[in-house]
Structures are given as structure tokens and as C-alpha cells.
Nanobody, 128 residues
Framework: QVQLVESGGGLVQAGGSLRLSCAAS????????MGWFRQAPGKEREFVAA????????HYTDSVKGRFTISRDNAKNTVYVQMNSLKPEDTAVYYC?????????????????????WGQGTQVTVSS
């Protein structure tokens, strides 16, 4: 059974930083592309960042470029997103997602329909 467990969320002031972690189990993590999504109250879930199974390719939504950094540790089956210079508009529930990729080591995905597995989410609240 695949499990993705997010942690690291919380309340932070604008300009502050948080690092979210997502620990994966029940899947071949080193062959899984990973992504972070978020959903703010009253809004649809949106793509935040993605990383290929090798870690060699990453992609970000425009609103977080230069502020967020996605990374992974395949030895620990964990994906991270370092969030700096946080803004109130970053307030949302953040979800980790995973999907198995058999061969392509540098492929990432930005659509939520591309991902087979999802975590339960962790709340990030940025106060102004």
C-alpha cells in the first residue's frame, strides 16, 4: 500500500521560511516522479513544483519561482520543498504526489491527473 506522509507545515509570518517533507512508502521511490500541489480555501488545487525521478529535472509554477526549491533524497524515500520569502497568498494545504515512471529519468509532471498517489496534505498559513 502506497503512503505519502507530508510534514513541516505550520504558521509563519510573511517573509519567513518553511520546509515541507513528504515521506513515501510502498512504492519504488527512485522510479517515481514527485510533485507538490496546493489548494487554498475556495480555490482549485494547483501545481506548485515537480521533480523527476533522478532529481535532475525540476519545474515550478511561475508564482513560486526563485522562492521555492524542490529536492529529493532517494536514499530516504523523501521529497522536500524549501519555501522561502513566503507570502500570504502561499497559504494553502500542500499535497505531495507521486507517480511511477519506468524508464524516463528526467521526466516530471505538472498535471494532477498525471499522479497516481497523493498524501493527506499539510497546512501552511502565512500571516501578513
Amino acid at each position: 500500500q502506497v503512503q505519502l506522509v507530508e510534514s513541516g507545515g505550520g504558521l509563519v509570518q510573511a517573509g519567513g521560511s518553511l520546509r515541507l517533507s513528504c515521506a513515501a512508502s510502498g512504492l519504488t521511490f527512485s522510479r517515481s516522479a514527485m510533485g507538490w500541489f496546493r489548494q487554498a480555501p475556495g480555490k482549485e488545487r494547483e501545481f506548485v513544483a515537480a521533480i523527476s525521478r533522478s532529481g535532475g529535472s525540476t519545474h515550478y509554477t511561475d508564482s513560486v519561482k526563485g522562492r521555492f526549491t524542490i529536492s529529493r533524497d532517494n536514499a530516504k524515500n523523501t521529497v522536500y520543498v524549501q519555501m522561502n520569502s513566503l507570502k500570504p497568498e502561499d497559504t494553502a494545504v500542500y499535497y505531495c504526489a507521486a507517480t511511477y515512471i519506468r524508464y524516463a529519468t528526467n521526466t516530471y509532471y505538472t498535471g494532477d491527473n498525471d499522479y497516481a498517489y497523493w498524501g493527506q496534505g499539510t497546512q501552511v498559513t502565512v500571516s501578513s
